[in-house]
């Protein structure tokens, strides 16, 4: 087992507000995965994987310039998976590393970051296996919007900025939502 919170510490100051944000933020996910998981366990989910690489999966966005969350970084947002993962295979956690640069959005297509200019590597990054998917359906359910963080976002709030990125964004979490959807608590 991967000691997520140790690795998250090399890369944040534990004191900083990001750090606060990054663990609480994939904590909630973890556990909202996990959820999804358990109630697929005839499909065999790798359970400790889902929970290490949740915990890990928006560890790039300290590289970004996003002050409202305490990151300083240079790069615009969207390139917090490409971070993660360069990261995260940079410490030999190469399907950790996956994880991180599938989950934005609903996956982002090649065709996509070429036509809507991102400057990201231009390649696919879309969530392939279950794990992936499950991982990236639950962090649609939560911000990293500081006092919002365990707020868990309605089906509508999801759709609706999902709808930003084109109907193919939408009509994915939807079919995530139909095969693993369940109620927290659950």
Sequence with gaps: MVNTEDIIRTVYKPDSQAFRIIMEHSRCVADKALGAARNL??????????????????????RTHAPKIGCHGNLPYVFHGVQGREILEGIGLPGHGLVAERHTVAGITKETILSKGLGLPARDMIPISLEEEIICYADKFFSKTPGKLTNEKTMEEILDQLSRYGEDQVRTFKQWHERFGYSHGQ
Excluded: M
Excluded at 45 to 58: K, N, S, T, W
């Design 41 to 62: 366990a005839h499909l065999g989910p790798d359970l400790v994987f889902i929970e290490e690489a949740a915990l890990l999966h928006d560890i790039g966005i300290i």
